[in-house]
């Protein structure tokens, strides 16, 4: 019952005044689309370089909390570009989208990162001033960087997978 009523709201974004302009606007669905992949690369760019540290594969002579809390106002601009910009597109696609296999994943892997990052920053952050300067960094922060790899790296592909997916 509820996947009907899912598709109802989907097909009545994508009708709407809103949706209808940005699809069959000349430059806006591309200009929006173009906004969209620079809030990748920022959060993207940021996160890594990040997690980049954790693992100790760059910047293992900066203590991690100086690497890391510079960054998450980047990180946080380039997330809100990404999401509105995301939302965009979506309100565009919405009937597309609804049945696109990439997109769906693309939603359940951004939840999945959230869910890391936010475990990490709730545990193991928490405690860094204990870890940051040591030579290896806690198992945990390493696990956490390679989810956290691994997880928006899947986020980009299915992102560009989006769009070749059949449309039904």
């Given at each position: 019952?509820?996947?009907?009523?899912?598709?109802?709201?989907?097909?009545?974004?994508?009708?709407?005044?809103?949706?209808?302009?940005?699809?069959?606007?000349?430059?806006?669905?591309?200009?929006?689309?173009?906004?969209?992949?620079?809030?990748?690369?920022?959060?993207?760019?940021?996160?890594?370089?990040?997690?980049?540290r954790?693992?100790?594969?760059?910047?293992?002579?900066v203590?991690?909390?100086?690497?890391?809390?510079p960054?998450?106002?980047?990180?946080?601009?380039?997330?809100a570009?990404?999401?509105?910009?995301?939302?965009?597109?979506?309100?565009?696609?919405?009937?597309?989208?609804?049945g696109?296999?990439?997109?769906?994943?693309?939603?359940?892997?951004?939840?999945?990162?959230a869910?890391?990052?936010?475990?990490?920053?709730?545990?193991?952050?928490?405690?860094?001033?204990?870890?940051?300067?040591?030579?290896?960094?806690?198992?945990?922060?390493?696990?956490?960087a390679?989810?956290?790899?691994?997880?928006?790296s899947?986020?980009?592909?299915?992102?560009?997978?989006?769009?070749?997916?059949?449309?039904?």
């Amino acid at each position: 019952m509820a996947a009907p009523v899912l598709q109802q709201l989907c097909d009545w974004i994508n009708d709407s005044q809103i949706g209808t302009r940005i699809r069959e606007s000349d430059n806006l669905f591309s200009a929006i689309e173009t906004v969209h992949v620079l809030g990748i690369t920022l959060m993207a760019g940021t996160i890594a370089l990040a997690d980049l540290r954790l693992l100790g594969l760059a910047l293992k002579e900066v203590p991690a909390s100086e690497v890391v809390n510079p960054l998450v106002r980047l990180t946080w601009l380039g997330f809100a570009v990404m999401l509105a910009s995301g939302a965009l597109l979506f309100w565009a696609e919405a009937a597309m989208l609804y049945g696109n296999a990439a997109f769906r994943l693309k939603l359940l892997l951004l939840a999945l990162a959230a869910a890391n990052a936010w475990i990490f920053h709730a545990t193991t952050y928490r405690r860094v001033s204990q870890w940051e300067t040591a030579a290896r960094t806690p198992p945990c922060a390493r696990a956490a960087a390679l989810c956290s790899l691994a997880l928006w790296s899947a986020v980009i592909v299915c992102g560009r997978a989006i769009a070749y997916q059949p449309h039904h």
